[in-house]
């Protein structure tokens, strides 16, 4: 069973960067990360598939926001860059050891507690 321990949330100004962490236990296939705003639904921001390191993100956040693992400490990480109001929202690591659709909520297993990113304009 895999267990996940986010951190790295925050305040910071538009056009500021965060780094999210992920540390995860167990195996993997794919980790990826969701975020939801207040009164909308969850969507996905970008996975990673742990063994070859293919990546994917959402089109609001491609070209902005990194994602990487580091499999000798077994943590996944979104790097967030330019940073915008819009980009307010809990956001969620989450994993699965059976194959899916990365994208898909539904797709995931476990997932983690949840950290606050917070833009200010």
């Known amino acids: 069973q895999v267990q996940l321990v986010e951190s790295g949330g925050g305040l910071v100004q538009a056009g500021g960067s965060l780094r999210l962490s992920c540390a995860a236990s167990g195996r993997k296939l794919f980790m990826g990360w969701f975020r939801q705003a207040p009164e909308k639904e969850r969507e996905f921001v970008s996975a990673i598939i742990w063994g070859n390191n293919l990546t994917y993100y959402s089109d609001s956040v491609s070209g902005r926001f990194a994602i990487s693992r580091d499999n000798a400490e077994n943590t996944g990480y979104l790097q967030m860059n330019s940073l915008k109001p819009a980009d307010t929202a809990i956001y969620y690591c989450?994993?699965?050891?059976?194959?899916?659709?990365?994208?898909?909520?539904?797709?995931?297993?476990?997932w983690g507690q949840g950290t606050q990113v917070t833009v200010s304009s």
């Open positions: 989450a994993a699965s050891t059976v194959p899916g659709n990365v994208r898909a909520p539904d797709a995931y297993r476990t």
